[in-house]
């Protein structure tokens, strides 16, 4: 089974530039979920998707982060202008429905440097 | 509010045993994960707990006390690649929030 995959690995920008991020989850994964890791801490959720509509936006900075997953398949984010402090991995991560477990499957995530 | 803590970094010596603790403050409570994340790379799943007690999968245990809000991750037989971040995630109010990791170091 494949598992997420995500494109590009590593994007070095600079301050005010715009920049996406490509995300394939799992196949049959109805749910997808996009985080952003500052080196030294855990995850923070961004956006979670069921299927084509945002389940929960509350910490996406929404003023330049965008998102969206068309299809209710791959997932694109966004952000425009970027800031120093975006500067971060972008991890994306997908869920199939279970009966209690439900693990979320991480892909390798984006590096991005903000100069 | 939503607060999980997890020591900041910790060594142990290759063979030994370690326990990595985690405390949290959720509004509800739908399950603990523990995650695995080596450097620069992706977390991968270590195991869940939604009921009290030990959940045992080879080298590696957890324990849940929901009434304590605690857990502990428990690796025994210590190997140089358990050298990781391990981090604590509690699942409540139909997301996961993320503890800060604890980056262990496996001496020789």
């Known amino acids: ?115 | 509010g939503q607060n999980i803590d997890q020591p900041t970094e910790m060594t142990a010596t290759e063979g030994a045993i370690v326990q990595i603790n985690c405390t949290y403050q959720t509004s509800g409570f739908n399950g603990l994960f523990w995650y695995q994340q080596h450097a620069g790379e992706a977390p991968t799943f270590l195991s869940y707990n939604v009921l009290d007690g030990l959940e045992e999968k080879g080298r590696f245990s957890s324990f849940l006390s929901r009434s304590k809000g605690y857990s502990y991750l428990l690796l025994k037989e210590l190997q140089m690649k358990d050298s990781a971040s391990y981090l604590c995630a509690v699942r409540g109010g139909g997301k996961l929030i993320f503890g800060q990791g604890t980056e262990l170091s496996v001496k020789p």
């Open chain 1, 1 to 115: 089974e494949a598992g997420v995959a995500q494109s590009p690995r590593y994007k070095i920008i600079e301050k005010r530039q715009s920049v996406a991020f490509w995300c394939n989850p799992i196949s049959g994964h109805a749910t997808l979920y996009w985080y952003q890791q500052i080196l030294g801490q855990g995850p923070k959720l961004l956006i979670q998707f069921q299927n084509n509509g945002v389940v929960d936006d509350s910490q996406l900075p929404k003023d330049r982060f965008s998102a969206e997953r068309l299809k209710g398949v791959d997932s694109t984010l966004k952000i425009q202008p970027a800031k120093l402090e975006d500067s971060a991995v972008y991890l994306c991560a997908s869920s199939s429905p279970g009966p209690v477990r439900n693990e979320q499957f991480f892909g390798p995530g984006t590096r991005l440097t903000v100069l």
